[in-house]
T-cell receptor, first 110, second 117 residues
Framework: RKEVEQDPGPFNVPEGATVAFNCTYS??????FFWYRQDCRKEPKLLMS???SGNEDGRFTAQLNRASQYISLLIRDSKLSDSATYLC???????????FGKGTMLLVSP | GAVVSQHPSRVICKSGTSVKIECRSL??????MFWYRQFPKQSLMLMAT?????????EQGVEKDKFLINHASLTLSTLTVTSAHPEDSSFYIC?????????????FGPGTRLTVL
């Protein structure tokens, strides 16, 4: 089983739609969780950290379910500029390394 | 902000040549730098972790003699792909971490696209 699994998509949604991505991780020792965004042929950029209590940043809401070992990202009122690949990333406690999922591609159309 | 640069951004070389990629933290001291590789439609795969002044720690399956990493200062790490072959063509990305307490926060460089003919 892969350490971090995501549905590769693509998710095709119209502008203004709400879309949700899930990600599962296999290592129960995982301690820190993140969503990164990666545009085509560019480096990944941190979108938001994911906290146990769930957190929101504007149109983006991230949630963590430790019992089921999954993380979610909800994007409300999608914009064309949200089109990108969203990477689920986990970090194990005591380790500096990050483990990346393959990413979920989102395409927002007019 | 924390800015990381990479040079070159793109390189095309012949098979058998060596290619050096530089990663610099421009406005902070990076105690730890990471090198990743990403093949098309694949996830970023960590190749190695390097701490300033010590030998890099390579991930399983990554040949340390082929991918030479030098982290000589707190702002510069280099990755040298020796005797590059077409299968080494990939997107190489470095990242840098500021300190032990924030090890999981990594700042990524813009990446280097390597094409080996």
């Amino acid at each position: 089983r892969k350490e971090v699994e995501q549905d590769p998509g693509p998710f095709n949604v119209p502008e203004g739609a709400t879309v949700a991505f899930n990600c599962t991780y296999s290592n129960s020792a995982s301690q820190s969780f993140f969503w990164y965004r990666q545009d085509c042929r560019k480096e990944p950029k941190l979108l938001m950290s994911v906290y146990s209590s769930g957190n929101e940043d504007g149109r983006f809401t991230a949630q963590l379910n430790r019992a089921s070992q999954y993380i979610s990202l909800l994007i409300r009122d999608s914009k064309l500029s949200d089109s990108a690949t969203y990477l689920c990333v986990v970090n194990r406690s005591g380790y500096s390394t990050l483990t990346f999922g393959k990413g979920t591609m989102l395409l927002v159309s007019p | 902000g924390a800015v990381v640069s990479q040079h070159p951004s793109r390189v095309i070389c012949k098979s058998g040549t060596s290619v050096k990629i530089e990663c610099r933290s421009l406005d902070f001291q990076a105690t730890t730098m990471f090198w990743y590789r990403q093949f098309p439609k694949q996830s970023l795969m960590l190749m190695a972790t390097s701490n300033e002044g010590s030998k890099a720690t390579y991930e399983q399956g990554v040949e340390k003699d082929k991918f030479l990493i030098n982290h000589a200062s707190l702002t510069l790490s280099t990755l040298t792909v020796t005797s590059a072959h077409p299968e080494d063509s990939s997107f190489y990305i470095c990242s840098a971490s500021r300190g032990i307490r924030s090890l999981s926060e990594q700042f990524f460089g813009p990446g280097t696209r390597l094409t080996v003919l």
